[in-house]
């Protein structure tokens, strides 16, 4: 087989592998992913398993990095194309809100950081990476909404993005536990109630 085609075929079983154990998080959790598991899922070998990836924080670093490139292109991408400012920050609040209630089996990214909060190690590093990346984000998209003149002068960007993550985290609690409308109906509230506050 030509270097290229091995290249190719051992980049797709390495995506097909990663998609499979990014179900096996949603559903289990990342403690309740492994090599063997993720191996008898997708019908491969321990060692072949261990060909792409050389242990089972590897292949969790790989689900997370996954996650993160998922919300990126549902939530960040498309909302960017919006006009910047009010526009475009409620597109964002709005596609992460639908992510939250949505994502099947919870965000993947949110129960890592639930399970390695106090954990410290490589896997912790990286979640606190991701999420500093997205409030700085939201922080971000924040700010030229006060240039814009459509959020006031002095709104604290960074108590805003707090409060909106306070929304998320409950729409992400609740839809699993009593439902998705109804937690989806209470966030579209308090989020009309926080931004109404911050109005110019």
Request: glycine residues 8%.
């Amino acid at each position: 087989m030509p270097a290229a085609a091995a290249t190719t075929k051992g980049a797709a079983t390495r995506d097909s592998i990663i998609d499979r154990a990014y179900q096996i998080v949603r559903r289990d959790g990342f403690e309740g992913l492994s090599i063997g598991t993720i191996a008898e899922s997708v019908g491969m070998s321990k060692s072949g398993v261990f060909a792409h990836f050389g242990s089972r924080e590897d292949l969790q670093l790989a689900v997370l990095d996954a996650s993160a490139q998922r919300f990126t292109e549902t939530v960040f991408v498309p909302a960017l194309r919006e006009r910047r400012g009010l526009t475009r920050l409620l597109a964002i609040m709005q596609r992460t809100l639908d992510w939250m209630a949505n994502e099947r089996g919870g965000c993947p990214m949110l129960s890592a950081a639930i399970e390695y909060d106090d954990r410290p190690g490589t896997i912790r590093d990286r979640v606190v990476h991701y999420q500093t990346r997205l409030r700085s984000e939201l922080v971000r998209a924040i700010r030229m909404a006060i240039d814009t003149n459509e959020l006031r002068a002095d709104t604290d960007a960074d108590q805003l993005a707090f409060d909106f993550f306070a929304i998320e985290l409950a729409v992400h609690h609740d839809a699993r536990l009593f439902g998705a409308d109804g937690a989806m109906a209470h966030a579209g509230r308090s989020l009309s109630r926080l931004i109404d506050a911050c109005r110019a």
